[in-house]
Structures are given as C-alpha cells and as structure tokens.
C-alpha cells in the first residue's frame, strides 16, 4: 500500500510540473513587471488582457519591432530535450501587418530558434481563438524568452491577447 502511496504522489508531482504556467507574469499586472518594453511600442493592458494596437506614424518603423521581451520561468534544465507548447487566446478585430507571441530558445554556443505564432492580416476576428503550438528544446538550453513582435501595424489595428501560458512536460524524467 505504501508503494502505490508513494507512485500516486510521483504521479501528482509530474503532472503539477507540467501544468504549472512558466509565464513570468502571464497578465501583465503591475505595468507588465517582468518585461523589458519598447518605449515606441502600443499597448496596454484591460482586465488582464494585453491589447496591441499600431503607431499613429506605422509603416517604417513597425516593421520588426520587439515590442517586449520577459524571461520565462524556471531554469534551463526545466526546457532541455523537452517538450514545451505556447498557447493563448486572440481576438484581432483589425490588422494589417502581423503580430507574433514567440518563444525563444538559446541553446548551445550559438543556436537561437524562435518558436513562434503569428498573426496575420487574413486571422482577423471577432470572437476569441485559441492559438496553440508544440515544440521540444534542444538538450543544452540556455535560455528561455518570452518575444512579442509586431510588423506593419496600423494605428486603428487592435489585437487582444490573453489566457497567455507555455507549459513544459518532462520528456527526458523528473529533474
């Protein structure tokens, strides 16, 4: 009996790991604490949900743009060799250019890789979508960002993100 104990709270344990959101500050509360933020960039955040819109002077200097950036939680053995998904939730009533939510892994001496969703003029809509992706990070990782980026925003596009989270599942066993 205490085996079986002992298995279901390993069990429970795994599955706690990999349900916990590696998001640092997932809804942007306290003037998105945890992010370094573009000063040139739009956007705020209502009811813990991050809206995105372009700059009044778009064109140029949209193109490319880190809008912010934030570390995820956990340390590099928490990613390596796993398997790990972003998903959120978007409504984009108008855009013209795209808006990306990106996940980027630093492994090795020299591997960057951005694990990204993007969102594009033709993904307008009115009601929210949820937005999933799956990756597995290489087994040296480094680092773990969390990018926002936007190109070719005008200044009457309105994105909204929310239910913002990357979640790791152990492939390689219990660290």
């Excluded at 978007?90 to 892994?105: C, D, L, M, P, W």
Aim: charged share 20%.
């Amino acid at each position: 009996m205490k085996q079986v104990w002992i298995f279901l709270c390993i069990v429970c344990s795994v599955l706690t790991l990999q349900a916990q959101n590696l998001v640092n500050n997932p809804s942007f509360a306290d003037d998105f604490r945890g992010y370094w933020k573009n000063r040139h960039s739009k956007y705020t955040v209502q009811n813990g949900i991050l809206c995105v819109t372009g700059s009044p002077e778009a064109g140029e200097q949209e193109n490319n743009r880190l809008l912010m950036t934030g570390l995820l939680l956990g340390k590099p053995s928490d990613y390596s060799g796993n398997t790990c998904t972003l998903r959120f939730s978007a409504r984009t009533e108008k855009i013209s250019g795209t808006f990306s939510i990106a996940v980027r892994e630093a492994a090795g001496t020299n591997y960057a890789k951005l694990h990204r969703i993007q969102l594009k003029k033709w993904d307008s809509n009115t009601d929210w979508k949820t937005y999933t992706l799956t990756f597995t990070c290489k087994g040296d990782v480094r680092e773990m960002r969390l990018n926002f980026l936007a190109q070719g925003l005008a200044a009457d596009d309105l994105i909204q993100i929310r239910d913002l989270s990357v979640t790791c599942s152990r492939t390689q066993g219990i660290h």
